[in-house]
């Protein structure tokens, strides 16, 4: 069975910093898209990063200068480094892994998320 599993969420203090990971594992052929989201109380789902096999990266306004995604192909794992982060940065972070699974010569594709993890910020 094919997975995404993040960790690395946790309660700051305005200003400081947290890196978050996610590794996807089981049968995978290749991994396009890997991105992370992000959902406040009461607010949709909203993108925070991408970043494509190639290394392309895509991030929201309001995150650009103070997170830095990042992927190891090898490792099937896409990490997100959260700097000088703000209370409005409090949500619960959800890994996005576009997936292709090969299986009696048929290419599969999963869109996959993994099942979040919080992150508090406190002013």
């Known amino acids: 069975q094919v997975q995404v599993v993040e960790s690395g969420g946790g309660s700051v203090q305005a200003g400081e910093s947290l890196r978050l990971s996610c590794v996807a594992s089981g049968n995978i052929y290749n991994i396009n898209d890997m991105g992370w989201y992000r959902q406040a109380p009461g607010k949709q789902r909203e993108l925070v990063a991408t970043?494509?096999?190639?290394?392309?990266?895509n991030y929201r306004e309001s995150v650009k200068g103070r997170f830095t995604i990042a992927r190891d192909n090898a490792g099937n794992t896409v990490y997100l480094e959260m700097n000088s982060l703000i209370p409005e940065d409090t949500a619960a972070y959800y890994c996005n892994a576009h997936i292709q699974t090969l299986n009696m010569d048929q290419i599969h594709e999963l869109d996959l998320w993994g099942q979040g993890t919080q992150v508090t910020v406190a002013s």
């Open positions: 970043v494509t096999r190639l290394g392309r990266t």
